[in-house]
């Protein structure tokens, strides 16, 4: 039997219901709490997570329709999912601000929380945020990658991702790919950016540190200048021979998160 990831071993998961949705959340460390919103797959894990546990109360919540989470019936665009994470943290006790990070689609999310509160936000990262249409620096469209070409869209180094990836992929595996694929498509497959983020993103006052890849095939680094014009006092770092998958590449991404936040 093969060894459990690092992640698997530190994180714990506990399980809360939110206006009806069973909803899966990982948490370790001690601290003030950072909260990581993930992207539009979990296959890789959350190793790059857990150094954050040295200084954070960290915790890792599966969005409904991913991991061990359960579906939103009538999900309807990305506000849901800010309306079901203030219920949330609600639930959670959150004594205070938290430190809010979102990598890819949770970018966007992560953006759009703060946008709508940022009172209750201490500091934001977003890592290869999605959700801002930026015209001379388009993304790629998803949903026209062949499924054997996506590692290589992910990541620079391919033996970075390999390992999360079986030979013979069983059928578990297969279904829950499909059902991620499912929900990103629900918010995404139309329109995979938000207009409003050009009017709002001003609302962001909080410090907000933006993370990006320089070797990213799927939201070109390029677009981190867009996100800073927006976000007043937004510092952007990136990082060498890294793909959209930056926390998994960069252990100097990892690191910088961590500086920043604390």
């Given amino acids: 039997m093969a ?14 219901v939110v206006n009806g949705v069973k909803t899966a959340v990982l948490r370790a460390g001690h601290g003030d709490p950072l909260v990581f919103f993930h992207g539009g797959g979990i296959f890789h894990g959350f190793d790059f997570a857990v150094p954050w546990t040295e200084h954070f109360d960290v915790v890792i919540p599966y969005h409904p329709g991913f991991g061990d989470s359960g579906d939103i019936p009538d999900l309807g665009d990305m506000h849901d999912y800010v309306l ?14 938290i430190r809010l990070v979102g990598f890819s689609m949770g970018g966007w999310m992560a953006a759009e929380f703060a946008m709508e509160h940022r009172r209750r936000v201490e500091k934001l990262v977003l890592i290869a945020p999605a959700g801002l249409r930026v015209q001379e620096h388009p ?13 290589s869209y992910l990541v620079h180094d391919l033996n970075v991702i390999l390992p999360h990836l079986p030979k013979e992929p069983d059928a578990d595996f297969l279904a829950a790919r499909y059902r991620e694929s499912t929900t990103l498509a629900r918010i995404m497959w139309e ?33 981190s200048q867009s996100w800073a014009k927006l976000i007043g006092g937004a510092v952007v770092k990136t990082f060498s021979k ?8 960069s252990t100097t991404a990892v690191r910088a998160v961590s500086d920043f936040l604390t």
């Fill in 3 to 16: 060894d459990k990831p690092n992640w698997q071993k530190v994180f714990k998961q506990e399980f809360h």
């Fill in 84 to 97: 079901h994470y203030l219920e949330l943290f609600d639930q959670l006790g959150f004594p205070g601000k």
């Fill in 139 to 151: 993304g790629e469209d998803l949903f026209r990658i062949p499924p054997e070409q996506m590692p």
């Fill in 191 to 223: 329109k995979p950016f938000s207009i409003r983020m050009q009017q709002w993103l001003f609302r962001i006052n909080v410090p907000t540190l933006i993370v990006w890849g320089e070797n990213d095939r799927i939201l070109p680094v390029a677009q």
């Fill in 242 to 249: 890294a793909g959209h998958l930056v926390l998994d590449e």
